[in-house]
């Protein structure tokens, strides 16, 4: 290939990082995106509707989850030009882990580059028992971010509770900060890392550079509480998060994410947003 040539595939590449890129040097304010996870009913029954919706709400940006991995090539286009109608991007996707797969990554890549992703998150892993499992999942990602970077693609890992939690004097989040390459994301669920017991703030600043995408979910210790409360109504610090992900962390997007609340899907991630815009300094 010579200098001046690009492959489609690298076209895509570019086209999809190109405006997060304009975004960071013109100083524009961190975009809210939303965990698709939020709406799952609403988007499997009507997937374009949905979106519609939210953007109109004012979310920013996306996150795909799992489900996205079943669409057939043309409605994935259908979706990315959907997303391009709406001024929407789809800033990174949702992994099981195996989607990681050899027989699988192939598609994930394909998949992400035509919805302009820039970040294809495992957001749930198999280790072996122990810390020496947690390492082979580092293993795994270092790997499929050396097979990614060709096409522009990066990877990332989601915490849930169990990587917070300790074993063995360590927590197992620990083992994949250490052992990732830097180039791997470490998506940081907000809720999962208190109801574990641990200080998100603080994790924060323990890894400048690498919060680069951060799941807006709260959690409150209150009995039958849990996930279900709404943003901004847990034990969360909100105003602190933001400003160690704002002024280190690295972050590039936040994604509001809500796993059930006493509203309907979309009712409960319209007031999220108001309430994250009464509360972001932004």
């Given at each position: 290939m010579t200098p001046n040539h690009l492959t489609r595939r690298s076209f895509l590449a570019l086209s999809a990082a190109l405006p997060w890129v304009l975004n960071a040097r013109a100083g524009a304010k961190i975009p809210l995106g939303l965990e698709s996870y939020s709406v799952r009913d609403a988007l499997k029954a009507d997937p374009q509707g949905t979106v519609r919706a939210v953007a109109g709400m004012?979310?920013?940006?996306?996150?795909?989850?799992?489900?996205?991995?079943?669409?057939?090539?043309?409605?994935?286009?259908?979706?990315?030009?959907?997303?391009?109608?709406?001024?929407?991007?789809?800033?990174?996707?949702?992994?099981?882990?195996?989607?990681?797969?050899?027989?699988?990554?192939?598609?994930?890549?394909?998949?992400?580059?035509?919805?302009?992703?820039?970040?294809?998150?495992?957001?749930?892993?198999?280790?072996?028992?122990?810390?020496?499992?947690?390492?082979?999942?580092?293993?795994?990602?270092?790997?499929?971010?050396?097979?990614?970077?060709?096409?522009?693609?990066?990877?990332?890992?989601?915490?849930?509770?169990?990587?917070?939690?300790?074993?063995?004097?360590?927590?197992?989040?620990?083992?994949?900060?250490?052992?990732?390459?830097?180039?791997?994301?470490?998506?940081?669920?907000?809720?999962?890392?208190?109801a574990a017991g641990s200080d998100p703030v603080a994790w924060i600043r323990a890894n400048p550079g690498r919060i680069l995408s951060i799941h807006c979910k709260d959690w409150s210790p209150e009995a039958g509480k849990g996930y279900t409360v709404l943003f901004g109504e847990g034990a969360a610090d909100w105003k602190a998060i933001f400003e160690a992900a704002e002024s280190g962390g690295g972050v590039e997007c936040y994604l509001m994410e809500q796993e059930g609340s006493r509203f309907s899907e979309l009712e409960t991630v319209k007031r999220c947003l108001e309430t994250f815009r009464s509360k972001h300094p932004g």
């Open positions: 004012g979310y920013q940006a996306i996150e795909f989850h799992g489900p996205y991995f079943e669409w057939t090539e043309t409605q994935t286009k259908d979706m990315r030009k959907l997303l391009d109608e709406l001024g929407m991007r789809c800033f990174s996707t949702h992994n099981s882990y195996e989607y990681f797969s050899a027989e699988n990554l192939g598609k994930a890549r394909d998949r992400n580059l035509i919805l302009g992703s820039k970040y294809v998150v495992m957001a749930s892993s198999k280790p072996k028992p122990g810390l020496e499992g947690w390492k082979g999942v580092a293993e795994v990602l270092n790997s499929v971010a050396e097979q990614l970077e060709p096409s522009g693609l990066k990877t990332g890992y989601h915490n849930h509770q169990p990587e917070f939690t300790p074993m063995e004097g360590q927590r197992p989040i620990e083992i994949l900060a250490k052992y990732t390459k830097p180039s791997v994301m470490l998506q940081l669920d907000i809720g999962t890392c208190i």
